[in-house]
């Protein structure tokens, strides 16, 4: 199955999406 492919796909758009989030916000500490 192409499961692996999939889950890398959707990790590369999470980080995406964190990253224009993170950028829209002023700079804050970095906490998980």
Avoid: F, H, I, M
């Avoid at 990790?11 to 916000?25: F, H, M, T």
Wanted: aromatic residues 10%.
């Amino acid at each position: 199955k192409n499961t692996d492919a999939v889950r890398s796909a959707l990790d590369q758009l999470n980080e995406v999406g964190w990253a224009k989030k993170w950028r829209s916000q002023p700079y804050v500490s970095r906490r998980p």
